[in-house]
């Protein structure tokens, strides 16, 4: 599944030209969706690699102040990196998003619009902690068919759901670039 890039940018890696007021609400196609069609077949380290190397290009290419993280559920990094002008805060971001995707096995996009949505605010209620959490959009479960979450791919650095979409749109494109895509999703080809 590892692709040579030789620093090219895939060309069908979107990234949004404009910030979003607010992520789609449930049921509206939003992040619910996406994660019912973004199921992988399988997710090794090379793939990890592969699609971290593609969001990099991307990223670069548009010179964005991105962290870009996929680690395992335990905590391995399999791919990590900050371009220019991604702080440090960048880094601990998206380590507290995969933190949400890991806890709550679903996207801190859509873990964030329930927990802004909540009638008392989670974190004065004391049942999450916000050193530890972070519910905003921007890490993203890779999910294996009969596996369950495997990893999670985060960035930090964009505005409004930038971050998400960024995240959704490289894998996406990786899947279809791949055809990775779990049978039975809406990724799955019938032509090979």
Same mark, same amino acid.
């Given at each position: 599944? %590892?692709?040579?890039?030789?620093?090219?940018?895939?060309?069908?890696?979107?990234?949004?030209?404009?910030?979003?007021?607010?992520?789609?609400?449930?049921?509206? !196609?939003?992040?619910?969706?996406?994660?019912?069609?973004?199921?992988?077949?399988?997710?090794?380290?090379?793939?990890? +690699?592969?699609?971290?190397?593609?969001?990099?290009?991307?990223?670069?290419?548009? @010179?964005?102040?991105?962290?870009?993280?996929?680690?395992?559920?335990?905590?391995?990094?399999?791919?990590?990196? %900050?371009?220019?002008?991604?702080?440090?805060?960048?880094?601990? +971001?998206?380590?507290?998003?995969?933190?949400?995707?890991?806890?709550?096995?679903?996207?801190?996009?859509?873990?964030?619009?329930?927990?802004?949505?909540?009638?008392?605010?989670?974190?004065?209620?004391? +049942?999450?902690?916000?050193?530890?959490?972070?519910?905003?959009?921007?890490?993203?479960?890779?999910?294996?068919? !009969?596996?369950?979450?495997?990893?999670?791919?985060?960035?930090?650095?964009? @505005?409004?759901?930038?971050?998400?979409?960024?995240?959704?749109?490289?894998?996406?494109?990786?899947?279809?670039?791949?055809?990775?895509?779990?049978?039975?999703?809406?990724?799955?080809?019938?032509?090979?």
């Amino acid at each position: 599944m %590892s692709a040579e890039l030789n620093g090219a940018v895939p060309a069908a890696v979107e990234l949004p030209e404009t910030v979003h007021a607010a992520p789609a609400a449930e049921g509206d !196609g939003g992040a619910r969706d996406e994660e019912s069609e973004l199921i992988f077949s399988s997710f090794t380290e090379d793939d990890a +690699w592969d699609l971290g190397n593609d969001m990099r290009n991307a990223a670069h290419a548009r @010179q964005l102040p991105v962290c870009i993280d996929i680690r395992r559920p335990n905590g391995t990094e399999l791919f990590h990196v %900050s371009l220019a002008r991604a702080t440090v805060d960048n880094d601990d +971001w998206a380590r507290r998003k995969a933190a949400v995707v890991f806890r709550f096995e679903e996207s801190s996009a859509r873990f964030g619009e329930r927990f802004a949505s909540a009638p008392a605010h989670p974190a004065l209620a004391g +049942w999450i902690d916000m050193n530890r959490f972070a519910p905003v959009g921007g890490s993203f479960p890779v999910r294996v068919a !009969g596996a369950g979450i495997v990893a999670a791919v985060s960035a930090s650095g964009l @505005q409004g759901s930038g971050d998400h979409d960024f995240v959704v749109s490289a894998i996406r494109t990786f899947l279809e670039r791949t055809r990775v895509f779990a049978p039975g999703t809406t990724g799955d080809r019938a032509d090979g």
